[in-house]
């Protein structure tokens, strides 16, 4: 029936969601506790000063426990802005041309 059919869906939409949720709470959890260490590692020195290449850091937090598919799709999700962003600021400097044109 149509009604059931709706809840099944409900349900899984429910379950998707739940599991994006606790996905989200690992990736968060485990920047975290990268920020965390890299904070320490800057007050007791370990990194020598704060411009310091964040290598370490990186791999620190990459490898921590969380699903490689998360980490992806965050990774994906910040290429994706960052393309966006070159071709918002190759149209403004277009803008800019035209306007000293002017």
Known sequence: TPI?????????VDRNIMK?????QRLVSSYRRWKRWHEDSHDSGDLGSPLASPLESVLKWVTAPCFPEVIERACLSQTERAAVRVVGLH???KILEMSRDS
Do not use: T, V
């Not at 059931?4 to 899984?12: E, I, T, V, Y």
């Not at 994006?20 to 989200?24: A, C, G, K, L, S």
């Open 20 to 24: 994006q949720h606790e996905n989200m």
């Open 91 to 93: 149209f403004a400097s």
């Open 4 to 12: 059931a059919l709706s809840r099944a869906l409900s349900a899984q």
